[in-house]
């Protein structure tokens, strides 16, 4: 069985009317039963008192004078009376004087002496006790006994009217019930409805009547907003599904373009890659061809040019001896141009060599000091021609570098010649040092520092490009091939190090070599 909590609000609520319409029936039922209880005992009471009195009174006589057989046949007149049981009339010492039984109740005991003055209720019967009295004086005593039947009737009547009428006001109060809760439960049961329906199908359009302004309607008014606002974010939810999925959607086909493309650019690229590598290994072996088309032509340019300073110089001995000073300056500038042609010839040779990576780089142990002394044997020399003061020291202790001595020597001479070239009557340095620097590995810096001409802030970084020159006077004047810098800063890249330049326009130059301390082929496994 269902238990009361779970049943219908309808039920609920006529159990609800129905038994408080039945515990005030039963109370009001109980009540006036008991009131009409005592009410029909009162009158029972009055009237077989009364009875009583009367036949007490049609007594005094007889028993006064003792004739008991008008005793007997006045006790008989009761006999009209279905209800009286029993009677006895008693003389004044108590001995029993007439007597009456109805004849259905012979064998009825009577009470041997007289009760006492009043009534006694026993469960099925009633009775009264009366004095007999002559003025003030007892004479005897009357006994009645009646049954309790007329009481019992109307008692019974009575219970079966109120039962009627119960039942009446219950079937009424039940039709009425019916008829106001209706006003109560539709609205709920349709709200119920209404939200199992929205539950079930998600309709959130559904709305539900509102009942009027009490608490029901401000329910359903509520109920009503409520489905408003989850069919709008319904709505606006749906959309932004919908949205959601055209991003989607775009975002896949976006991506199966992307795939294709990056499927067409690899197919594209693996034909570039193709293409490229047989570029490459043309370019290569062009490079290669090229390489070994300057050192053919290199050779076979200076075995003449070679001749052709050797002979000029020969025909400037003749021509000092012979007086024919014309010629010997003729012949000075054909050897002139005959030993520019070859350095550039040599330095257009070594940077091909550097970029057909065909320089070989062979560290060895090199001491420092003994590299020192050579500069200052071969630096005097250069800077003499200038009339420059040539100096070359090493900082205590730094021993030996483990470098390619040639390319280091190479570099250094360059260095030295350039700065001899544009100095006039100053000095030139080299020193060199050892140098913990951070970051990056501690190292040995060589400084190669002029006090001449100088190079100008904007021409700074440009005097590493390969043929670069700055424009001036001096320069042209003092020759060159504009190669000298971009080999020696490649070489510095070859041995691991770095080549920089500081300078002021007017006041000189200082050169940084700067080689890591870390021998050559330690740092290129590295
Ligand atoms: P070049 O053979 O002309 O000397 P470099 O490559 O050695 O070629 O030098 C490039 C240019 O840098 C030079 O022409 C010169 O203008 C400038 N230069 C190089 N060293 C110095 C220096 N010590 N002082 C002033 N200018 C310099």
Same mark, same amino acid.
């Given at each position: 069985m269902r238990r009361f909590r779970d049943r219908p609000i309808r039920q609920k609520l006529t159990v609800a009317l129905l038994s408080t319409s039945v515990a005030v029936l039963l109370l009001a039922a109980i009540t006036f039963s008991a009131y009409e209880y005592v009410n029909f005992r009162d009158d029972v009471v009055r009237t077989l008192g009364t009875q009583g009195d009367v036949t007490a009174e049609s007594s005094t006589a007889l028993l006064t004078f003792g004739d008991e057989q008008a005793g007997n046949e006045t006790l008989s007149?009761?006999? /009209?009376?279905?209800?009286?049981l029993a009677a006895a009339l008693y003389r004044?010492?108590?001995?029993?004087f007439a007597a009456y039984r109805r004849t259905d109740r012979l064998a009825l005991q009577l009470p041997s002496i007289p009760p006492r003055e009043g009534y006694f209720f026993a469960p099925d019967y009633l009775e009264v006790s009366r004095p007999i009295l002559v003025g003030r004086r007892s004479v005897g005593t009357l006994y009645l006994r009646s049954d309790l039947e007329l009481m019992r009737a109307r008692l019974v009547r009575y219970l079966a009217i109120t039962a009627s009428v119960s039942v009446a006001a219950l079937l009424v109060a039940l039709w009425l019930s019916a008829r106001f809760q209706r006003i109560i439960t539709q609205p709920i049961l349709e709200l119920a409805a209404a939200a199992e329906k929205v539950a079930l199908e998600? /309709?959130?359009?559904t709305r539900v009547e509102s009942p009027g302004r009490d608490e029901l309607g401000t329910l359903v008014t509520a109920f009503n907003d409520m489905l408003a606002q989850v069919q709008q974010r319904d709505a606006a939810l749906l959309a932004e599904n919908v949205e959601r999925r055209q991003a989607e959607a775009e975002v896949r086909q976006l991506n199966t373009r992307l795939e294709e493309r990056v499927l067409e650019r690899t197919a594209q690229l693996n034909v570039s890659n193709v293409d490229l590598r047989a570029a490459k290994e043309r370019a290569e072996s062009a490079n290669r061809a090229k390489s070994i088309f300057l050192a053919n032509m290199s050779h076979e340019l200076r075995t003449p040019l070679n001749a052709i300073i050797g002979y000029s110089e020969l025909l400037a001995e003749l021509a000092e001896e012979q007086g024919k000073a014309d010629f010997v300056s003729d012949l000075e500038k054909i050897r002139f141009s005959g030993r520019h042609l070859l350095s550039l010839i040599r330095n257009v040779l070594d940077l091909a060599k550097i970029e057909a990576d065909r320089f070989e780089v062979t560290p060895e142990p090199v001491d420092v000091k003994a590299l020192v002394d050579e500069l200052v044997a071969t630096g005097a020399v250069l800077a003499s021609a200038g009339n420059n003061r040539f100096r070359a020291d090493a900082e205590a202790g730094i021993g030996t570098l483990v470098t390619d001595g040639k390319f280091l020597r190479q570099i250094l001479l360059n260095l030295i010649s350039n700065a001899c070239k544009f100095t006039k009557d100053g000095d030139v340095r080299v020193s060199v040092m050892y140098e913990p620097a951070a970051p990056g590995p501690s190292g040995i810096c060589f400084a190669v520092a002029d006090t001449g001409i100088g190079i100008p802030e904007t021409e700074l970084s440009r005097v590493? $490009? $390969?043929?670069h020159q700055v424009d001036g006077s001096t320069t042209k004047r003092v020759g060159?091939?504009?190669l000298g810098l971009a080999i020696a800063r490649r070489l510095s890249e070859l041995l691991g190090g770095t080549l920089d330049v500081e300078s002021t326009a007017g006041s000189g130059s200082t050169f940084y070599l700067r080689l890591p301390a870390t021998p050559v082929r330690e740092l290129k496994t590295a």
């Open positions: 007149v009761l006999r /009209s009376d279905p209800h009286i004044a010492d108590g001995r029993l998600k /309709s959130y359009a590493f $490009e $390969e043929f060159g091939t504009g």
